[in-house]
C-alpha cells in the first residue's frame, strides 16, 4: 500500500545528514545494491527524522515486500521459488 503524499506536511525541517544520505542512497540503488546495502545493518545506527522524509524508501520496501507475497503455486509465494533468490534476501532484510 504505497503512502499518499496529498494528506502530509510538506514543511518540515530538513532530515539529519546521516538520515539524508542513507535515504538517497536507499533510493538510488538497484534491488542487488539494496541487498549489499541493508545485509550489513545489525545495529541500527541512522539518526532520526520525520516518517515523511522516508516515503520514497518506505514504498520501495513496500513494492519488494508486494512482489515477494505473489502466490505462484498452491503452496509456494514468489519469495520460495528457487530463482528468485534476490527477492528472498531482499525481503528478509526489509522485515529484519
Same mark, same amino acid.
Given at each position: ?7 502530509? /506536511?510538506?514543511? #518540515? ?7 539524508? !544520505? &542513507?535515504?538517497?542512497? @536507499?533510493?538510488?540503488?538497484?534491488? $542487488? ?14 539518526? /532520526?527524522?520525520? #516518517? ?7 514504498? !520501495? &520496501?513496500?513494492?519488494? @515486500?508486494?512482489?515477494?507475497?505473489? $502466490? ?25
Amino acid at each position: 500500500m504505497k503512502i499518499d503524499r496529498s494528506k502530509l /506536511k510538506k514543511y #518540515l525541517p530538513e532530515p539529519p545528514a546521516d538520515c539524508k !544520505l &542513507f535515504i538517497d542512497k @536507499l533510493k538510488s540503488c538497484d534491488r $542487488k545494491e539494496l541487498h549489499d546495502l541493508l545485509t550489513p545493518i545489525t545495529i541500527w545506527h541512522i539518526g /532520526k527524522c520525520e #516518517l515523511y522524509h522516508w516515503i520514497d524508501a518506505l514504498d !520501495l &520496501f513496500d513494492s519488494i @515486500l508486494e512482489e515477494a507475497c505473489i $502466490k505462484t503455486g498452491t503452496w509456494m509465494l514468489n519469495c520460495d521459488k528457487p530463482e528468485n533468490g534476490e527477492v528472498r534476501f531482499n525481503t528478509l532484510n526489509i522485515v529484519r
